[in-house]
């Protein structure tokens, strides 16, 4: 299973980015989804993650701010991103479940390239 985050880049504080993840394989609906980020000097941290049945999560830091979306059409999972502050500069990944139709958890097994997130004060 490969992934790979896009839609990083630079923002001023205040601005808004989208983040996509596309994974390779087969049904792709059937699995959890998540994102985490790993800011600098910093431990890699849950960010947001939707459940196959569309369920969401989010880490305290990032709610009110932060919107998880998937587009089972597309086989992609979005990260739309308002309110951005410079606290929020990090690489962000993209990770998928290993088990089809998973009980939600915080573990994941797939883990793709990272895209950069900088925000600026």
């Known amino acids: 299973v490969q992934l790979q985050a896009s839609g990083g880049g630079l923002v001023q504080a205040g601005g808004s980015l989208r983040l996509s993840c596309a994974p390779s394989?087969?049904?792709?609906?059937?699995?959890?989804m998540g994102w985490f980020r790993q800011g600098p000097g910093k431990e890699r941290e849950f960010v947001a993650g939707?459940?196959?049945?569309?369920?969401?999560y989010y880490a305290d830091s990032v709610k009110g701010r932060f919107a998880i979306s998937r587009d089972n059409a597309k086989n992609t999972v979005y990260l739309q991103m308002n309110s951005l502050k410079p606290e929020d500069t990090a690489v962000y990944y993209c990770?998928?479940?290993?088990?089809?139709?998973?009980?939600?958890?915080?573990?994941?097994?797939?883990w793709g390239q990272g895209t950069l997130v900088t925000v600026s004060s």
């Open positions: 990770a998928r479940d290993g088990t089809l139709f998973g009980r939600w958890s915080f573990e994941f097994q797939y």
């Open positions: 394989g087969r049904f792709f609906s059937s699995y959890n």
């Open positions: 939707i459940s196959w049945e569309e369920n969401t």
